[in-house]
C-alpha cells in the first residue's frame, strides 16, 4: 500500500496515486483542504467540486482500489463537506456510511445501516458531518445484471433524483463493510483484484436483494419536496455566486417562504442559507488563488469577482474558514 500527502506535491501525490490504481493496488492518501481529493476525482474522469462548509482546518484521508472497471474507495473527513458534480459517465455506485457515521445523498441520508444506490446517469449533491466515514463502491454496469428489473427501476423514481435508499440490517452492512476494507488492505499481488471484486459483489447482493429489504425502503427516503427546494436553492446560488444575492431571491426562485427555506437548510446544511453562500463564495475564492491564471490577480479583485464586497469582512472570513490568510494561501502554490 502506497501513502501520500499533498503538503507541496499534489501532482506527484495524483501521479503515484494513478500510478497504483493503474496496478490495481491498494492506495492512501492525507491530505490538508480539498485540493488532493479535487484533482484525483478528475484524473479518474469524474467532475465533481469538493466545497468546505465548516470552519477550520480540514484533513481528508482516502483509501481505494480499482478492480477489473470496478473501483473501491473509503473516504473520511473531519470538517462538513458539500460534493456536487456528475460521477463517471455510466458508473453505478452505491455509498454507505461507516459505523456511526452518516452522508446526505441526493436527498436521502445513508447512515451505518442504510445504502444508497445512485443511478448510473444522475448527477450527486452530497453533504458530509463534521466528522464522516464513507465507503463508495463504483460499479461496473455488469453487476447490476445481477437485481430484477423491478429493483433496478426504482432508480429512475423520485423526482428525477435517480438514487434507491436501502435500508439494510447491521449485520449485512458490517459484512459489507468488513469485505470492502479486507479488499482495501491487502497487499499487492497478495490477492487478485477479481477476488476481491467477486467478494464484494457476494456482500453487496446479498445484503440488497433481501425482500424484506425492499419493503422497508420506501419508508426511509427524505421528502421530494425538500430535495426539490434545496436543488433549486442550490442552483440559483451556483448561477449567482459572482453577484449581489439576496437570500428573498433564493426563496422566490426555488418558490418556498423564507422560514421555510431556513429550515431546510438548517436541517440539511446545518447552517443558514446566508451563511452557506457566504461559504460558497469563500470555496470559490480559495480555488481560485489556487490557480496559476491567479497569481498576478490581486487577493481584492479575486474576493470582488466571487462576490464579496467589503474586503475587511472578507479577509477575517477567510481566515476563520480556512486557518489562514488569502495571500498565505497564494504563495504557498506560488
Given amino acids: 500500500m502506497t501513502a501520500t500527502s499533498n503538503k507541496n506535491s499534489k501532482a506527484a ?27 484525483l476525482a478528475r484524473a479518474l474522469g469524474w467532475s465533481l467540486e469538493f466545497r468546505q462548509l465548516q470552519a477550520g482546518g480540514l484533513t481528508t484521508r482516502a483509501t481505494l ?3 477489473g472497471q470496478s473501483s473501491l474507495l473509503r473516504f473520511s473527513s473531519n470538517r462538513r463537506l458539500e460534493v456536487a458534480g456528475e460521477p463517471q459517465t455510466g458508473t453505478p455506485i452505491v455509498a454507505m456510511a461507516g459505523i456511526g457515521s452518516s452522508v446526505w ?18 448527477g450527486v449533491h452530497a453533504l458530509t ?28 423514481v423520485g423526482g428525477g433524483r435517480g438514487a434507491t435508499p436501502i435500508a439494510v440490517s447491521h449485520d449485512a452492512a458490517s459484512r459489507v463493510r468488513r469485505t470492502v476494507l479486507s479488499s482495501l488492505e491487502c497487499e499487492s499481488g497478495s490477492e487478485r483484484p477479481p477476488a476481491c471484486a467477486s467478494r ?5 447482493l446479498s445484503a440488497i436483494c433481501d425482500p424484506v429489504v425492499r419493503h422497508e425502503t420506501a419508508t426511509r427516503s427524505q421528502s421530494a419536496e425538500i430535495w426539490r427546494t434545496v436543488s433549486l436553492a442550490c442552483e440559483y446560488v451556483d448561477d449567482h455566486l459572482t453577484e449581489p444575492m439576496r437570500v428573498v ?9 423564507l422560514s421555510k427555506l431556513e429550515r431546510m437548510f438548517r436541517r440539511e446544511f446545518q447552517m443558514s442559507p446566508s451563511a452557506y453562500v457566504v461559504a460558497r463564495r469563500l470555496a470559490a475564492v480559495r480555488r481560485e488563488l489556487r490557480q496559476a491564471v491567479t497569481h498576478r490577480m490581486r487577493v481584492g479583485r479575486v474576493a470582488r469577482h466571487c462576490g464579496f464586497r ?13 486557518g489562514e490568510s488569502p495571500s498565505q494561501t497564494r504563495s504557498i502554490q506560488q
Fill in 13 to 39: 501525490g495524483t501521479e503515484t496515486i494513478l500510478s497504483c490504481l493503474s496496478k490495481c493496488s491498494p492506495v492512501s492518501y492525507l491530505s490538508d483542504g480539498v485540493e488532493m481529493p479535487q484533482a
Fill in 249 to 257: 431571491d433564493i426563496c422566490a426562485y426555488a418558490d418556498v417562504s
Fill in 65 to 67: 482500489m480499482r478492480c
Fill in 200 to 204: 464484494v459483489r457476494t456482500a453487496l
Fill in 310 to 322: 467589503h474586503l475587511g469582512r472578507f479577509s477575517a472570513a477567510y481566515r476563520n474558514q480556512f
Fill in 105 to 122: 445523498i441526493n436527498g436521502h441520508s445513508a447512515g451505518d445501516a442504510e445504502l444508497v444506490l445512485l443511478h448510473p446517469c444522475s
Fill in 129 to 156: 458531518e463534521a466528522k464522516t466515514d464513507v465507503f463508495l463502491l463504483c460499479l461496473s454496469s455488469p453487476w447490476l445484471d445481477a437485481l430484477d428489473g423491478k429493483f433496478v427501476d426504482q432508480l429512475t
